[in-house]
C-alpha cells in the first residue's frame, strides 16, 4: 500500500517561510503527478502547486510567485517552499501522488495533512 508522509508545517509570523515535505512509499511503479492542496477551514480543498510527468507546473494566483514546488521522482519526494506566508495561506496542506500500480491501474493518494498556521 502507498503511504504519503508529510512534515513541514507549523506556525509562522506573517513575511515567513516554510518548507514541507512528502515522501512517498509502496507500490509505486511510476509517477505521474505529485502535488499539493490546501484546505481552510469551512473551504473547499484547493490546488496549491503541481507538477506533471513531464515536469508542467502548476500555480493559482493566490501563490503565484511566492511558492515554489519541486520533486525528486528517484527519492518519490516532493517539497513546496513557502515564502511570504500570509495570514490567508493558514490550512491544512496535503500531499497528493498520482501513480501507477502494480497492475497498471491509476491511483491518487493523499497524505494525511499538516498544518499551516500564518499569525501575528
Known amino acids: 500500500q502507498v503511504q504519503l508522509v508529510e512534515s513541514g508545517g507549523g506556525l509562522v509570523q506573517p513575511g515567513m517561510s516554510l518548507r514541507l515535505s512528502c515522501v512517498a512509499s509502496?507500490?509505486?511503479?511510476?509517477?505521474?503527478?505529485m502535488g499539493w492542496y490546501r484546505q481552510a477551514p469551512g473551504k473547499e480543498r484547493e490546488l496549491v502547486a503541481g507538477i506533471s510527468y513531464d515536469g508542467t507546473i502548476n500555480y493559482p494566483d493566490s501563490v503565484k510567485g511566492r511558492f515554489t514546488v519541486f520533486r525528486d521522482n528517484a527519492k518519490k519526494t516532493v517539497w513546496l517552499q513557502m515564502n511570504s506566508l500570509k495570514p490567508e495561506d493558514t490550512a491544512v496542506y496535503y500531499c497528493?501522488?498520482?501513480?501507477?500500480?502494480?497492475?497498471?491501474?491509476?491511483?491518487?493518494?493523499w497524505g494525511q495533512g499538516t498544518q499551516v498556521t500564518v499569525s501575528s
Open positions: 509502496g507500490n509505486i511503479v511510476s509517477i505521474a503527478y
Open positions: 497528493k501522488l498520482d501513480h501507477l500500480d502494480l497492475w497498471a491501474r491509476v491511483t491518487s493518494d
